[in-house]
T-cell receptor, first 110, second 114 residues
Framework: AQRVTQPEKLLSVFKGAPVELKCNYS??????LFWYVQYSRQRLQLLLR??SRESIKGFTADLNKGETSFHLKKPFAQEEDSAMYYC????????????FGAGTRLAVHP | GAVVSQHPSRVICKSGTSVKIECRSL??????MFWYRQFPKQSLMLMAT?????????EQGVEKDKFLINHASLTLSTLTVTSAHPEDSSFYIC??????????FGQGTRLTVV
Protein backbone atom coordinates (compact mmCIF):
# COMPACT_ATOMS: atom_id res chain seq x y z
CA ALA A 1 0.00 0.00 0.00
CA GLN A 2 1.12 3.54 -0.62
CA ARG A 3 2.10 5.13 2.61
CA VAL A 4 4.66 7.05 4.59
CA THR A 5 6.56 5.42 7.40
CA GLN A 6 8.22 7.05 10.37
CA PRO A 7 10.31 4.39 12.07
CA GLU A 8 11.12 6.31 15.24
CA LYS A 9 8.46 7.00 17.84
CA LEU A 10 10.73 9.10 20.00
CA LEU A 11 13.85 11.06 19.30
CA SER A 12 15.55 12.56 22.32
CA VAL A 13 18.43 15.01 21.92
CA PHE A 14 20.17 17.77 23.80
CA LYS A 15 19.88 21.40 22.86
CA GLY A 16 22.32 22.30 20.12
CA ALA A 17 22.59 18.77 18.77
CA PRO A 18 21.66 17.93 15.18
CA VAL A 19 18.40 16.16 14.58
CA GLU A 20 17.11 13.99 11.78
CA LEU A 21 13.55 12.71 11.82
CA LYS A 22 13.16 9.89 9.38
CA CYS A 23 10.39 9.43 6.86
CA ASN A 24 10.24 6.83 4.13
CA TYR A 25 7.58 6.59 1.47
CA SER A 26 6.27 3.97 -0.89
CA UNK A 27 4.70 6.21 -3.52
CA UNK A 28 5.99 6.03 -7.06
CA UNK A 29 7.63 8.88 -8.91
CA UNK A 30 8.19 12.15 -7.09
CA UNK A 31 5.45 12.49 -4.51
CA UNK A 32 4.67 15.85 -3.03
CA LEU A 33 5.35 15.27 0.65
CA PHE A 34 4.88 17.42 3.70
CA TRP A 35 6.03 17.69 7.26
CA TYR A 36 3.43 18.73 9.82
CA VAL A 37 4.16 19.64 13.43
CA GLN A 38 2.00 19.54 16.52
CA TYR A 39 3.28 21.53 19.46
CA SER A 40 1.88 20.83 22.90
CA ARG A 41 -1.74 21.98 23.17
CA GLN A 42 -1.74 23.43 19.66
CA ARG A 43 -3.31 22.31 16.43
CA LEU A 44 -1.46 20.46 13.76
CA GLN A 45 0.18 22.85 11.33
CA LEU A 46 2.25 22.64 8.22
CA LEU A 47 5.97 22.88 8.83
CA LEU A 48 7.27 22.57 5.31
CA ARG A 49 6.63 20.99 1.94
CA UNK A 50 9.33 19.49 -0.20
CA UNK A 51 8.24 21.18 -3.39
CA SER A 52 9.07 24.63 -2.07
CA ARG A 53 12.56 23.60 -0.93
CA GLU A 54 12.38 26.13 1.86
CA SER A 55 13.80 26.18 5.35
CA ILE A 56 11.35 26.80 8.14
CA LYS A 57 12.53 27.35 11.71
CA GLY A 58 15.88 25.97 10.62
CA PHE A 59 14.38 22.70 9.37
CA THR A 60 14.95 21.35 5.89
CA ALA A 61 13.82 18.21 4.13
CA ASP A 62 14.97 16.82 0.81
CA LEU A 63 13.25 14.18 -1.23
CA ASN A 64 15.66 11.36 -1.93
CA LYS A 65 14.20 9.26 -4.71
CA GLY A 66 16.93 6.65 -4.50
CA GLU A 67 16.24 5.97 -0.86
CA THR A 68 12.54 6.92 -1.10
CA SER A 69 13.03 9.13 1.91
CA PHE A 70 12.04 12.59 3.04
CA HIS A 71 13.95 13.04 6.26
CA LEU A 72 13.56 16.23 8.29
CA LYS A 73 16.79 17.78 9.47
CA LYS A 74 17.97 20.60 11.65
CA PRO A 75 21.62 21.25 12.46
CA PHE A 76 21.09 22.66 15.96
CA ALA A 77 18.00 21.66 17.91
CA GLN A 78 16.27 24.12 20.24
CA GLU A 79 14.06 23.34 23.21
CA GLU A 80 11.10 24.94 21.45
CA ASP A 81 11.41 22.33 18.71
CA SER A 82 10.02 19.73 21.11
CA ALA A 83 6.82 18.51 19.46
CA MET A 84 5.22 15.72 17.48
CA TYR A 85 6.27 15.63 13.84
CA TYR A 86 4.32 13.93 11.09
CA CYS A 87 5.37 13.16 7.56
CA UNK A 88 2.37 13.13 5.22
CA UNK A 89 1.25 12.83 1.61
CA UNK A 90 -0.88 15.49 -0.08
CA UNK A 91 -4.57 15.58 0.64
CA UNK A 92 -5.80 15.57 -2.92
CA UNK A 93 -5.75 13.81 -6.19
CA UNK A 94 -4.95 10.17 -6.49
CA UNK A 95 -4.02 9.93 -2.86
CA UNK A 96 -7.60 10.67 -1.93
CA UNK A 97 -7.09 10.46 1.78
CA UNK A 98 -4.67 11.98 4.18
CA UNK A 99 -3.29 9.21 6.32
CA PHE A 100 -0.52 10.05 8.72
CA GLY A 101 2.29 7.88 9.81
CA ALA A 102 2.90 7.10 13.43
CA GLY A 103 4.67 10.39 13.99
CA THR A 104 7.89 11.05 15.83
CA ARG A 105 8.04 12.82 19.15
CA LEU A 106 11.08 15.07 19.34
CA ALA A 107 12.23 15.89 22.84
CA VAL A 108 14.97 18.49 23.10
CA HIS A 109 16.56 18.65 26.54
CA PRO A 110 18.43 21.65 27.95
CA GLY B 1 -6.04 32.62 5.35
CA ALA B 2 -7.13 28.96 5.35
CA VAL B 3 -8.53 28.80 8.86
CA VAL B 4 -10.44 25.80 10.12
CA SER B 5 -12.57 26.20 13.20
CA GLN B 6 -13.82 23.29 15.24
CA HIS B 7 -16.58 23.56 17.80
CA PRO B 8 -16.87 22.81 20.63
CA SER B 9 -13.30 22.56 21.84
CA ARG B 10 -14.40 20.52 24.84
CA VAL B 11 -17.58 18.64 25.57
CA ILE B 12 -18.72 16.37 28.35
CA CYS B 13 -21.76 14.24 27.76
CA LYS B 14 -23.60 11.46 29.53
CA SER B 15 -23.32 7.91 28.38
CA GLY B 16 -26.04 7.08 25.89
CA THR B 17 -26.48 10.59 24.54
CA SER B 18 -25.31 11.95 21.21
CA VAL B 19 -22.93 14.79 20.62
CA LYS B 20 -22.26 16.81 17.48
CA ILE B 21 -18.92 18.32 16.55
CA GLU B 22 -18.74 21.00 13.88
CA CYS B 23 -15.86 21.73 11.55
CA ARG B 24 -15.95 24.93 9.53
CA SER B 25 -13.60 26.34 6.94
CA LEU B 26 -13.82 30.06 7.63
CA UNK B 27 -12.23 31.60 4.57
CA UNK B 28 -12.13 28.94 1.91
CA UNK B 29 -14.26 26.25 0.36
CA UNK B 30 -13.32 22.82 1.57
CA UNK B 31 -13.84 20.26 -1.12
CA UNK B 32 -12.71 17.49 1.17
CA MET B 33 -12.77 17.15 4.92
CA PHE B 34 -11.10 14.50 7.03
CA TRP B 35 -12.02 13.39 10.54
CA TYR B 36 -9.44 11.95 12.88
CA ARG B 37 -9.30 10.50 16.33
CA GLN B 38 -6.20 10.95 18.41
CA PHE B 39 -5.34 9.05 21.57
CA PRO B 40 -2.87 10.49 24.08
CA LYS B 41 0.65 10.63 22.70
CA GLN B 42 -0.37 8.79 19.57
CA SER B 43 -0.77 9.66 15.93
CA LEU B 44 -3.93 10.79 14.23
CA MET B 45 -6.11 7.91 13.17
CA LEU B 46 -8.16 8.67 10.09
CA MET B 47 -11.82 7.87 10.69
CA ALA B 48 -13.43 9.06 7.49
CA THR B 49 -13.09 11.25 4.45
CA UNK B 50 -16.00 13.33 3.26
CA UNK B 51 -16.54 15.23 0.05
CA UNK B 52 -19.20 17.91 -0.13
CA UNK B 53 -22.54 16.52 -1.14
CA UNK B 54 -21.39 12.90 -1.01
CA UNK B 55 -21.50 10.17 1.56
CA UNK B 56 -18.44 9.89 3.72
CA UNK B 57 -15.93 7.14 3.13
CA UNK B 58 -15.17 5.42 6.40
CA GLU B 59 -11.95 3.66 7.29
CA GLN B 60 -12.01 0.01 8.16
CA GLY B 61 -13.16 -0.60 11.71
CA VAL B 62 -14.98 2.72 12.07
CA GLU B 63 -18.71 2.25 12.64
CA LYS B 64 -20.76 4.35 10.23
CA ASP B 65 -23.83 4.32 12.43
CA LYS B 66 -21.83 5.29 15.45
CA PHE B 67 -19.96 8.19 13.88
CA LEU B 68 -22.29 10.04 11.56
CA ILE B 69 -20.58 12.45 9.21
CA ASN B 70 -22.38 15.09 7.21
CA HIS B 71 -20.72 17.42 4.73
CA ALA B 72 -23.68 19.43 3.55
CA SER B 73 -21.83 22.51 2.37
CA LEU B 74 -18.39 23.51 1.20
CA THR B 75 -17.67 25.16 4.53
CA LEU B 76 -19.20 22.82 7.07
CA SER B 77 -18.83 19.21 8.07
CA THR B 78 -20.24 17.65 11.21
CA LEU B 79 -19.36 14.53 13.15
CA THR B 80 -22.07 13.15 15.42
CA VAL B 81 -21.11 10.54 17.96
CA THR B 82 -24.31 8.64 18.60
CA SER B 83 -25.14 6.81 21.81
CA ALA B 84 -21.80 7.77 23.23
CA HIS B 85 -19.99 5.51 25.66
CA PRO B 86 -16.93 6.12 27.82
CA GLU B 87 -14.72 4.34 25.29
CA ASP B 88 -15.63 7.04 22.76
CA SER B 89 -13.86 9.58 24.92
CA SER B 90 -11.03 10.94 22.83
CA PHE B 91 -9.63 13.90 20.97
CA TYR B 92 -11.32 14.39 17.61
CA ILE B 93 -9.68 16.50 14.92
CA CYS B 94 -10.98 17.66 11.58
CA UNK B 95 -8.95 18.71 8.59
CA UNK B 96 -9.98 20.44 5.40
CA UNK B 97 -8.53 20.59 1.94
CA UNK B 98 -9.39 23.21 -0.65
CA UNK B 99 -8.33 21.04 -3.51
CA UNK B 100 -4.65 21.63 -3.16
CA UNK B 101 -2.10 19.41 -1.57
CA UNK B 102 -1.99 21.05 1.84
CA UNK B 103 -4.46 20.26 4.60
CA UNK B 104 -5.60 22.67 7.30
CA PHE B 105 -6.54 21.52 10.76
CA GLY B 106 -9.05 22.43 13.37
CA GLN B 107 -8.01 22.89 16.97
CA GLY B 108 -9.63 19.61 17.97
CA THR B 109 -12.46 18.62 20.27
CA ARG B 110 -11.92 16.77 23.49
CA LEU B 111 -14.89 14.55 24.14
CA THR B 112 -15.43 13.06 27.58
CA VAL B 113 -18.27 10.63 28.07
CA VAL B 114 -19.27 10.06 31.67
Amino acid sequence: AQRVTQPEKLLSVFKGAPVELKCNYSYSGSPELFWYVQYSRQRLQLLLRHISRESIKGFTADLNKGETSFHLKKPFAQEEDSAMYYCAPPSRGGYNKLIFGAGTRLAVHP
Amino acid sequence: GAVVSQHPSRVICKSGTSVKIECRSLDFQATTMFWYRQFPKQSLMLMATSNEGSKATYEQGVEKDKFLINHASLTLSTLTVTSAHPEDSSFYICSASRGGAEAFFGQGTRLTVV
